[in-house]
Structure formats: C-alpha cells, structure tokens
C-alpha cells in the first residue's frame, strides 16, 4: 500500500472540533482528519481554536503522518484520530 500526504494546510472544522487532512492511497485521495482533543493532549494545542490547532498540527505533523498511516493500514478507510491513537506505545 502506497500512502503519501498532500502538503496542503489542514482544514479546520469547526462544527466538529477538527482539522482535516489528505491521505493519497495508492494514488486515490483519502479524507483524515484529527480531534482537537488530540492535538491539544499530544501536540501542545492550547485550547480548541483555529490558530492554536494549526500551529499544534504542524509540530507534531511527522507523527500525526505516521499513525495515520498505520491506522489506515489497519482500516483501509478514512480516518479520525482521536487521542487515544497517540497513547499507544511505538505510535
């Protein structure tokens, strides 16, 4: 399975608490995205605001790649990573 990202700056979404990202699988785009909780627990976001989560996902951007990927692995389907995904140790 080929898995890249595209290098466009997440979408925010507000309704949700979420900032949405995409994955090309096998060349065919995938929607992702990650919870504000998870970016505020594991990538130093200070609260639940645009500004805030964008600057906490470009930080830990190699990481949120990384579990993406092994959880697209592991589903074969889009993605919501939730803080849980960064508290499993080797993630």
Known sequence: ??????SDPPEFDGTNLQMH???VVDGKPLDC?????????HFG????????LRE???RGLAR???????????TDGAVV?????FRVQGA
């Open 56 to 58: 906490a996902f470009a």
């Open 21 to 23: 990202f995409v994955a």
């Open 33 to 41: 995205c990650i919870t504000a909780e998870a970016l505020e627990d």
């Open 64 to 74: 949120i790649h990384a579990v993406c990927t092994q959880a697209i692995e592991q």
């Open 45 to 52: 976001a200070a609260s639940a605001l645009e500004g805030s």
């Open 81 to 85: 990573l939730h803080s849980g995904y």
């Open 1 to 6: 399975m080929d898995i890249r990202y595209q």
